[in-house]
């Protein structure tokens, strides 16, 4: 009896922390190549944006984090690496993360579902959250 309520808390607990509540989500905006701080590993608070405020504002379901590389120069555009944060609607919920490669470019493109989640490290916490919840199911079982 005592694991199986240990196995029911620990689902609980589980499901609880993958909910998002409400209808608005607050990510981070900004661009590295007109504002250096925006590579910051977490961006300053002022990038802080409510994505129900900007125009469409209630399509925006996510945050979005692209690492865009300009491998060499191509049409005036230097070699560099560019963080551009944002507001996301259009998302693939089944692949979070992706990369894309092009001419002179490429990008990685990462969503995630929580407010304040496109910082540095995108999905981190999910995955930890996952984690130990998985270990505390081995554990109890």
Do not use: W
Request: glycine share 6%; hydrophobic share 35%.
């Amino acid at each position: 009896m005592n694991r199986f309520v240990s196995f029911g808390l620990t689902v609980l607990v589980f499901v609880f922390s993958q909910i998002t509540v409400g209808n608005s989500i607050e990510c981070y905006t900004c661009q590295s190549e007109t504002d250096s701080e925006c590579a910051a590993g977490t961006p300053d608070p002022k990038y802080l944006t409510n994505c129900s405020s900007l125009k469409g504002g209630p399509q925006f379901i996510a945050c979005r984090k692209i690492e865009n590389y300009v491998d060499f120069q191509v049409l005036d555009q230097k070699p560099t690496k560019r963080i551009i944060r944002q507001c996301a609607k259009d998302v693939d919920t089944d692949r979070p993360c992706y990369y894309r490669a092009g001419f002179g470019g490429r990008a990685n493109v990462c969503d995630c579902f929580e407010s304040k989640c496109n910082y540095a490290s995108t999905l981190i916490n999910s995955v930890i959250t996952t984690a130990v919840c998985v270990f505390a199911v081995f554990i109890f079982l």
